[in-house]
C-alpha cells in the first residue's frame, strides 16, 4: 500500500474544500497537522480542529475558492500554485490580509503551498504569499475564469 497522496487525490481534497466537504477535506490530514498561514494575523494553525477553528469563521463570512495552477507531485512532496478569491458577505474591518471589505468585494490572493506527506496524511503544509489584490465589487465566476487562463492546460475547466 501507497504511503503517498497521488495527484488525483489531492485534486479530490481541492475540489472538498471548495465544496466545504469538511469530511473529506479533513480526512487528508494527520491529526497533528500543522498549518503555516502567510496571513500574519493567522500563523500557524495546528490539528485538525485548529484548521477547523479558523476555517468555520472565515467560511461564514466569506466564500473561498481555490483555482489549481501549477502541481508537482514527488513522493512525499506536494508542491501546489493557486490563486484564491475571498468573496465577502458582510461588512468587516479586517478581511484577510487586512483589507477593510463591504457585501460583494473579492480578494484574491496567489499563493504556494508545500505539502509534507507522511502515511498518505498532510502533517505539514507551509504557504507563502506571491501577490495578493483587493478586487472590489467584481464577478467571481468572471474572475476565476480568467484565472484559469493562465493555468496549466489540466486546471483550464478544473471545479
Given at each position: 500500500?501507497?504511503?503517498?497522496?497521488?495527484?488525483?487525490?489531492?485534486?479530490?481534497?481541492?475540489?472538498?474544500?471548495?465544496?466545504?466537504?469538511?469530511?473529506?477535506?479533513?480526512?487528508?490530514?494527520?491529526?497533528?497537522?500543522?498549518?503555516?498561514?502567510?496571513?500574519p494575523q493567522t500563523g500557524k494553525l495546528r490539528?485538525?480542529?485548529?484548521?477547523?477553528?479558523?476555517?468555520?469563521?472565515?467560511?461564514?463570512?466569506?466564500?473561498?475558492?481555490?483555482?489549481?495552477?501549477?502541481?508537482?507531485?514527488?513522493?512525499?512532496?506536494?508542491?501546489?500554485?493557486?490563486?484564491?478569491?475571498?468573496?465577502?458577505?458582510?461588512?468587516?474591518?479586517?478581511?484577510?490580509?487586512?483589507?477593510?471589505?463591504?457585501?460583494?468585494?473579492?480578494?484574491?490572493?496567489?499563493?504556494?503551498?508545500?505539502?509534507?506527506?507522511?502515511?498518505?496524511?498532510?502533517?505539514?503544509?507551509?504557504?507563502?504569499?506571491?501577490?495578493?489584490?483587493?478586487?472590489?465589487?467584481?464577478?467571481?465566476?468572471?474572475?476565476?475564469?480568467?484565472?484559469?487562463?493562465?493555468?496549466?492546460?489540466?486546471?483550464?475547466?478544473f471545479t
Amino acid at each position: 500500500m501507497s504511503t503517498q497522496i497521488t495527484r488525483k487525490e489531492f485534486l479530490e481534497y481541492v475540489r472538498a474544500f471548495n465544496a466545504h466537504d469538511f469530511d473529506k477535506q479533513y480526512s487528508y490530514y494527520d491529526d497533528d497537522v500543522i498549518l503555516d498561514l502567510p496571513d500574519p494575523q493567522t500563523g500557524k494553525l495546528r490539528g485538525k480542529k485548529g484548521i477547523m477553528a479558523h476555517y468555520a469563521p472565515l467560511f461564514e463570512v466569506a466564500e473561498e475558492v481555490l483555482v489549481p495552477m501549477h502541481l508537482a507531485v514527488d513522493g512525499d512532496n506536494i508542491f501546489y500554485v493557486m490563486e484564491s478569491y475571498f468573496c465577502y458577505n458582510k461588512k468587516l474591518d479586517h478581511g484577510v490580509f487586512g483589507y477593510p471589505v463591504e457585501p460583494g468585494d473579492i480578494i484574491k490572493i496567489r499563493v504556494w503551498a508545500h505539502y509534507q506527506i507522511k502515511n498518505k496524511k498532510m502533517y505539514y503544509i507551509t504557504c507563502n504569499l506571491f501577490q495578493k489584490w483587493f478586487l472590489g465589487k467584481v464577478s467571481l465566476k468572471e474572475a476565476v475564469a480568467e484565472s484559469r487562463t493562465r493555468a496549466d492546460d489540466e486546471f483550464k475547466s478544473f471545479t
